[in-house]
């Protein structure tokens, strides 16, 4: 895997850049819609591709794991070869549904987190060694260090604690992962995962750490769990400042559009939510104008599009009142239209944040818009 | 609306026609998907139209009477304007929906048909000219008469009773509809309904009566409500002997792959039904080779394409085992991929049927394809 920073933008830390893949190219910052079982939920694999123009999506390793398992995804050659996709795949390492999906997990820091299947109770063990040998037959492009995220709030002792075994496990991940090879024939690389709470102290300690490993990538864990946004900015401040610029920093599981342009405006590259998939389900939409409730009753008769301003062709042939009747009478062509257009939104607002980096104007534009964006409607 | 017959097929009643209407023609013999509530279930707009290339869908004006209500219908300028979609749409006259979803339903010949809504027990009242009415806001191209579908088995003293109440509104419709015009400037027709149950002689009073009504089309309804499907061919035949040749001929519900062959072997020009979307959407997929479980274990390391001889790129690029992944772990993508599957199947399978009219070898395909068809796996 390569980084390219391609343009730096002088008055923030943002920056528009290039990772190359074994599957293609990713520019950044980018937006990766969630695939949590290999298929993006509501939105068509051509769609993805064509429409929205993703160009990497993530798999959840646990979901994946459980169903179809890894004995199936190692027979169909892997996950690209699994689910049709064959753009590059980031897949997270399993320890953050560990810890909020399965029952009676237990840590125990040298065996590793004992679970049971949130489907059928089955008991399983997650070791560092396993889930990079998981992620191995999955064959991600991108594959994720075994974590502890931590919940918010978290004492200090108890965060501090976490990040210890974190940091112990990641270097397991990275004995294993270096002393195996990919099972499909082409690289795959390992990006560590800085923790440490809302502590400035412990993201410092967990960032210099992860930077001495010297990986292609890392990504910082453990934010968008609760806390009040501006300790997840300082928290994402702390650790840009400390991880080489010359990497790409995923900030997983973040967020609304406005935390996206935020994060970017620290350092930024790469994020993931399930928000637009799982919101756009919900009838919430994000548009230029700022969210609408799509179920809200002054959209029954206003006729005008989605959204003029969208690149999507549905946003300009249906009418809101459309999908509100959509949403309001349980038609599923709600929640695809929805999830649709979010994920569109959110490629599109990338790729503007994008330009405007190369254009050496985005801070300017992200003051103007993030007002916009944070209205609700 | 126009209809014209480019070719008969030498050995059975099957024609090639083509429908020309106001949002453009119709190529027949076809299938017309059901958008119950403006949209087809799980089938976006665009791909209905460029993927699918459907010619005509089908909307239900009692669905459609209910939410979103024929208030916001008409705002928007009608159903065409409502839900994007600018070719042939046909409705329903909400006759079989009063019967088989609403409550408390009371038959009143004169007056028409009390029921309550099965969404919120509010009481309405559908006449034959409420009915036309309604379907003149909607605005379908195709609107349908207001008759009672008899249910199987049903007596044959009922059925006549019936008949003759279908009969006397079918009058009232035709009165109704045509001292009206369309409200969006653009053409509509009303066909009439043939019904008499499973009784010869009440489908030969039936179909003479709605021949000497001289309108562009007939239907035939009432049949595959769980009769014999030998009954059902014997009815389509009658009725088929006896509507003129000049006009098109719609068998309302119809069916199976293998029901829709055998009915254009009789003479049917028109088909909808919701079992490609049903059964798409709960794992049922039809095909070249017969009818597929998707949720059938043996499939679970099948990667094998979905259909290799399908013109549907995702039954190509996605396997077996991934659809079935997708069923099994209750995603929607799964619900997806089989209703956009099996209405692409429906579309071929009467685009074929149509060129094999057209080289004058229907019935020898028809006769070599049908127990390939009815193949369960």
Chains 1, 2 share one sequence.
Request: charged content about 20%.
């Amino acid at each position: 895997m390569f980084f390219t920073v391609k343009k730096k933008d002088t008055r923030s830390r943002a920056r528009a850049g290039v990772i190359q893949t074994a599957h293609g190219n990713i520019e950044t910052p980018i937006f990766m819609p969630v695939g949590t079982l290999g298929g993006v939920k509501g939105v068509l694999t051509r769609d993805l591709e064509a429409t929205i123009k993703a160009r990497i999506i993530l798999g959840n390793t646990y979901h994946l794991y459980l169903r179809p398992g890894t004995g199936v995804i190692s027979k169909a050659g892997g996950l690209h070869r699994f689910n049709g996709w064959n753009k590059p795949i980031l897949t997270d390492s399993g320890g953050f549904q560990v810890f909020s999906l399965s029952h009676r997990r237990k840590i125990k820091p040298e065996e590793g987190v004992w679970f049971q299947s949130h489907i059928d109770g089955s008991r399983h063990l997650f070791s560092p060694e396993k889930v990079m040998d998981i992620q191995r037959q999955i064959g991600a492009d991108i594959v994720m260090a075994f974590d502890e995220c931590t919940p918010y709030p978290c004492e200090h002792e108890y965060a501090e604690k976490s990040m210890n075994i974190t940091q112990h496990w990641l270097q397991r991940c990275i004995d294993r992962f270096d002393s195996t090879t990919g099972h499909y024939g082409y690289e795959q690389t390992l990006f560590p995962i800085v923790q440490g709470s809302v502590y400035r102290d412990l993201r410092i300690r967990a960032a210099e750490f992860a930077k001495s490993l010297n990986r292609d990538g890392y990504a910082i864990g453990g934010v968008s769990v609760g806390e009040p946004v501006e300790l997840m900015y300082e928290m994402t401040d702390i650790c840009c400042q400390i991880l080489p610029e010359t990497a790409p920093r995923y900030l997983m599981g973040v967020g609304t559009p406005v935390n996206i342009l935020e994060n970017i405006a620290l350092g930024v590259d790469m994020f993931d939510c399930v928000m637009p998939t799982r919101n756009g389900r919900n009838g919430m939409i994000f548009t230029w104008n700022g969210i609408l409730n799509m179920r809200n009753e002054k959209w029954k008769d206003d006729f005008s599009p989605i959204c003029a301003r969208s690149s999507l062709m549905e946003d300009k042939v249906h009418s809101k009142a459309f999908l509100r009747h959509l949403y309001v009478s349980g038609e599923m062509l709600g929640p695809m239209l929805g999830s649709l257009h979010n994920l569109n939104f959110y490629l599109e607002l990338v790729t503007v944040a994008r330009q405007k980096i190369m254009e050496g104007t985005f801070l300017e534009w992200k003051q103007n818009i993030v007002p916009v964006l944070g209205n609700k409607m």
